[in-house]
């Protein structure tokens, strides 16, 4: 039998993988959005947050952080100079071994010898190259001492061609040569080009030429300058960041290199050509290294492009540029350098915010700015009312109020059954369910032609109430809701409010009314996106006036109001319509307000107050209210507002306003 192994995918993003949470991501854009945020700040602040088990942008900036330091903490720059030094040790050892027990030396010689030996400069460059004429005795001692030329040259090469060190090792003659004919040929291509006499062909016969050598395949001289220019970058700000002794040694031996000063010119050229033609590269950098690691010059190179790459890393995640978008983020670096994971995680943000974009939820205003969409503010509002049922749900002696109307005409919408619905079941739907469930239920199939329904296949049929509703919600808008940290809770009732009443009773009217120094009737979506003010004034006569307003416009409705309010009026809306503000409140506000609502009560409307926070003065002030237009005060918790908004609007509902009323 054939054998099949599995294991993990890993060529690009998991095709199993669980689709990205927009739920998360637009609940917590959405909060983020009434609590005063643009919609673009706010979907910026959830990337750089992430979600539940989700890396954000911060976390990834971080192992990018830690990754940079964690390089320069372990490596020094210093290892072309320890192991030159190490292999001269070495040579000179050996040789020194080589004179003790050569018997057909002759003493003057050896004694020569031994002086020459003791006497080499303590710079290993200068020793070295008083080395290079140096007649070894010690076969050893000669290979050694060789091996640093060979270093040195594979050294150089790998600083700008990534590889060369490991691929030129124990290279012939004829492999130097092919390097010195492509360094010449790869100046000439490149001097051509930045005179703009090079031709396609020219980099097509390099290429064919020497094409070894560049592992990257570049397809074009623009691709091969760019690849050359970023390490060749790299390896002068490797040498920027070594000590000047350290800089000064290294160009020393660089002359004995392959024991060809013609290697060095040429390496010097290509620079000079690749700085000329990418100028915009950072030549002039420098690190600052404190390990105890030692790096060649290929590898401190290859680490210099890592910080780089970091870098740029760093910068994409930080998104501070205009026009910033996830898919701006280099997967591969990404991989490359923090691993695989962090590959998938930036990946997955920019699915997220692509996800988010192209299913509707943000779109942009006419002024180009991202706001909510509709879709988006639905969504929001659904999730809220569904807090406020469950807040419901869980009251003593309450449950999630799910009347849609009593004896009314049919609404031609259904829902699921719930315990304690009393209107008629829709037998048409819930047969149809009973159906779909045997037909993909393996355990217990149908027989016979028989159906057998549940309870989750009841479907009832939605009624509209016979008394339509003009509901109009006042939301305190003055400074002290959002000093108090009321301003968010305010903003969530509002909407799962307007979600419960435009999906639910949609012959019902909500408007919205804000009061702060003055009151304005103002959309959902302008109330969800509206920013903590400051202006001193709670206008409540103004914002009673607007509702009054509305119910003489909505004369068949039943009219509710809804107060949500932190402190006492202390303004009031003049007959010229300037807002009159008055701290403590004047006999002139408090008397405004009272005939406003004495105006509103005559029009048979049903008046809740709801009091936030246990101020005195507020207190007293709704209960005398309350009292006088014989209506109803509640003092909730922030965190149970909506519940008791929605429950006041559902007992209204319920209610026989006209019998309540006395009408």
């Given at each position: 039998?054939?054998?099949?192994?599995?294991?993990?995918?890993?060529?690009?993003?998991?095709p199993?993988?669980?689709?990205?949470?927009?739920?998360?991501?637009?609940?917590?854009?959405?909060?983020?959005?009434?609590?005063?945020?643009?919609?673009?700040r706010?979907?910026?602040?959830?990337?750089?947050?992430?979600?539940?088990?989700?890396?954000?942008?911060?976390?990834l900036?971080?192992?990018?952080?830690?990754?940079?330091?964690?390089?320069?903490d372990?490596?020094?720059?210093?290892?072309?100079?320890a192991?030159?030094?190490?292999?001269?040790?070495?040579?000179?050892?050996?040789?020194?071994?080589?004179?003790?027990?050569?018997?057909?030396?002759?003493?003057?010689?050896?004694?020569?010898?031994?002086?020459?030996?003791?006497?080499?400069?303590?710079?290993?460059?200068?020793?070295?190259?008083e080395?290079?004429?140096?007649?070894?005795?010690?076969?050893?001692?000669?290979?050694?001492?060789?091996?640093?030329?060979?270093?040195?040259?594979?050294?150089?090469?790998?600083?700008?061609?990534?590889?060369?060190?490991?691929?030129?090792?124990?290279?012939?003659?004829?492999?130097?040569?092919?390097?010195?004919e492509?360094?010449?040929d790869?100046?000439?291509?490149?001097?051509?080009h930045?005179?703009?006499?090079?031709?396609?062909?020219?980099?097509?016969?390099?290429?064919?030429?020497?094409?070894?050598?560049?592992?990257?395949?570049?397809?074009?001289?623009?691709?091969?300058?760019?690849?050359?220019?970023?390490?060749?970058?790299?390896?002068?700000?490797?040498?920027?960041?070594?000590?000047?002794?350290?800089?000064?040694?290294?160009?020393?031996?660089?002359?004995?290199?392959?024991?060809?000063?013609?290697?060095?010119?040429?390496?010097g050229?290509?620079?000079?050509?690749?700085?000329?033609?990418?100028?915009?590269?950072?030549?002039?950098?420098?690190?600052?290294?404190?390990?105890?690691?030692?790096?060649?010059?290929?590898?401190?190179?290859?680490?210099l492009?890592?910080?780089?790459?970091?870098?740029?890393?760093?910068?994409?995640?930080?998104?501070?540029?205009?026009?910033?978008?996830?898919?701006?983020?280099?997967?591969?670096?990404?991989?490359?350098?923090?691993?695989?994971?962090?590959?998938?995680?930036?990946?997955?943000?920019?699915?997220?915010?692509?996800?988010?974009?192209?299913?509707?939820?943000?779109?942009?205003?006419?002024?180009?700015?991202?706001?909510?969409?509709?879709?988006?503010?639905?969504?929001?509002?659904?999730?809220?009312?569904?807090?406020?049922?469950?807040?419901?749900?869980g009251?003593?002696?309450?449950?999630?109020?799910?009347?849609?109307?009593?004896?009314?005409?049919?609404?031609?919408?259904?829902?699921?059954?719930?315990?304690?619905?009393?209107?008629?079941?829709?037998?048409?739907?819930?047969?149809?369910?009973?159906?779909?469930?045997?037909?993909?239920?393996?355990?217990?199939?149908?027989?016979?032609?028989?159906?057998?329904?549940?309870?989750?296949?009841?479907?009832?049929?939605?009624?509209?109430?016979?008394?339509?509703?003009?509901?109009?919600?006042?939301?305190?808008?003055?400074?002290?809701?959002?000093?108090?940290?009321?301003?968010?809770?305010?903003?969530?009732?509002?909407?799962?409010?307007?979600?419960?009443?435009?999906?639910?009773?949609?012959?019902?009217?909500?408007?919205?009314?804000?009061?702060?120094?003055?009151?304005?009737?103002?959309?959902?979506?302008?109330?969800?996106?509206?920013?903590?003010?400051?202006?001193?004034?709670?206008?409540?006569?103004?914002?009673?006036?607007?509702?009054?307003?509305?119910?003489?416009?909505?004369?068949?409705?039943?009219?509710?109001?809804?107060?949500?309010?932190?402190?006492?009026?202390?303004?009031?809306?003049?007959?010229?319509?300037?807002?009159?503000?008055?701290?403590?409140?004047?006999?002139p506000?408090?008397?405004?307000?009272?005939?406003?609502?004495?105006?509103?009560?005559?029009?048979?409307?049903?008046?809740?107050?709801?009091?936030?926070?246990?101020?005195?003065?507020?207190?007293?002030?709704?209960?005398?209210?309350a009292?006088?237009?014989?209506?109803?005060?509640?003092?909730?918790?922030?965190?149970?507002?909506?519940?008791?908004?929605?429950?006041?609007?559902?007992?209204?509902?319920?209610a026989?306003?006209?019998?309540y009323?006395?009408?």
């Amino acid at each position: 039998m054939p054998r099949s192994r599995y294991g993990r995918y890993v060529d690009g993003p998991d095709p199993l993988a669980p689709p990205v949470d927009l739920a998360e991501a637009l609940a917590a854009i959405s909060e983020d959005v009434m609590a005063g945020y643009s919609a673009e700040r706010a979907l910026r602040e959830f990337l750089r947050r992430g979600g539940r088990g989700q890396q954000g942008l911060d976390d990834l900036a971080g192992r990018v952080q830690a990754r940079r330091r964690e390089l320069l903490d372990t490596n020094k720059l210093d290892g072309t100079l320890a192991e030159v030094k190490e292999l001269l040790d070495t040579a000179v050892l050996e040789e020194r071994k080589e004179l003790a027990r050569d018997i057909t030396l002759d003493d003057l010689d050896r004694d020569f010898r031994e002086l020459q030996l003791s006497n080499l400069p303590e710079s290993t460059a200068a020793a070295v190259r008083e080395l290079s004429d140096y007649d070894w005795r010690s076969k050893p001692a000669r290979e050694a001492y060789e091996k640093i030329k060979d270093l040195l040259g594979r050294e150089l090469l790998d600083q700008r061609f990534a590889g060369m060190k490991e691929a030129l090792e124990n290279a012939t003659d004829s492999d130097r040569e092919a390097i010195a004919e492509m360094l010449k040929d790869l100046n000439d291509l490149l001097e051509a080009h930045r005179r703009g006499e090079d031709t396609d062909q020219d980099f097509t016969d390099f290429m064919n030429k020497h094409g070894d050598f560049f592992p990257e395949n570049p397809q074009d001289v623009e691709e091969l300058i760019d690849a050359l220019a970023n390490r060749a970058a790299a390896a002068q700000r490797m040498l920027n960041s070594m000590t000047p002794e350290q800089r000064q040694e290294l160009m020393q031996l660089s002359m004995q290199a392959f024991g060809s000063p013609e290697l060095m010119a040429q390496l010097g050229q290509l620079d000079a050509n690749l700085q000329s033609l990418r100028p915009g590269e950072d030549w002039s950098g420098s690190e600052q290294f404190g390990g105890d690691q030692g790096l060649g010059l290929g590898d401190g190179t290859g680490v210099l492009q890592d910080l780089a790459e970091l870098d740029s890393l760093a910068a994409q995640l930080g998104q501070g540029y205009g026009g910033a978008r996830m898919e701006d983020i280099d997967v591969d670096a990404m991989a490359r350098q923090l691993g695989p994971d962090a590959a998938v995680s930036a990946r997955t943000l920019a699915e997220l915010e692509r996800a988010l974009r192209n299913a509707g939820y943000l779109s942009r205003g006419s002024d180009g700015n991202l706001k909510l969409s509709p879709r988006a503010m639905r969504q929001l509002g659904k999730t809220l009312l569904q807090e406020v049922s469950d807040r419901l749900s869980g009251r003593t002696g309450q449950r999630e109020a799910r009347l849609s109307g009593a004896a009314g005409e049919l609404t031609g919408s259904t829902r699921q059954w719930a315990f304690g619905d009393t209107e008629p079941w829709d037998v048409t739907r819930t047969i149809l369910n009973a159906m779909r469930r045997d037909v993909t239920d393996a355990e217990h199939p149908g027989a016979g032609g028989r159906v057998r329904v549940h309870l989750e296949d009841v479907e009832i049929v939605e009624t509209e109430t016979r008394t339509q509703a003009a509901v109009a919600l006042l939301a305190d808008t003055s400074f002290s809701m959002a000093a108090e940290g009321r301003w968010l809770p305010m903003k969530r009732t509002a909407l799962a409010l307007h979600h419960l009443v435009s999906t639910r009773w949609r012959g019902d009217q909500l408007d919205l009314i804000t009061f702060g120094r003055y009151a304005e009737t103002v959309a959902v979506e302008h109330l969800v996106g509206l920013p903590a003010l400051r202006e001193q004034g709670t206008n409540l006569h103004h914002a009673l006036l607007l509702a009054e307003q509305m119910f003489r416009k909505h004369p068949t409705m039943q009219p509710v109001v809804l107060i949500v309010t932190d402190g006492e009026p202390t303004a009031y809306l003049a007959p010229d319509g300037d807002s009159l503000f008055s701290y403590p409140p004047s006999l002139p506000t408090l008397r405004a307000t009272v005939a406003q609502l004495d105006r509103v009560r005559r029009l048979g409307a049903r008046i809740t107050f709801f009091r936030l926070g246990d101020d005195p003065g507020l207190e007293s002030f709704v209960r005398q209210m309350a009292d006088r237009v014989d209506g109803r005060v509640v003092n909730p918790d922030l965190d149970d507002l909506g519940a008791a908004v929605v429950s006041e609007y559902l007992s209204a509902r319920r209610a026989d306003l006209g019998n309540y009323w006395g009408a």
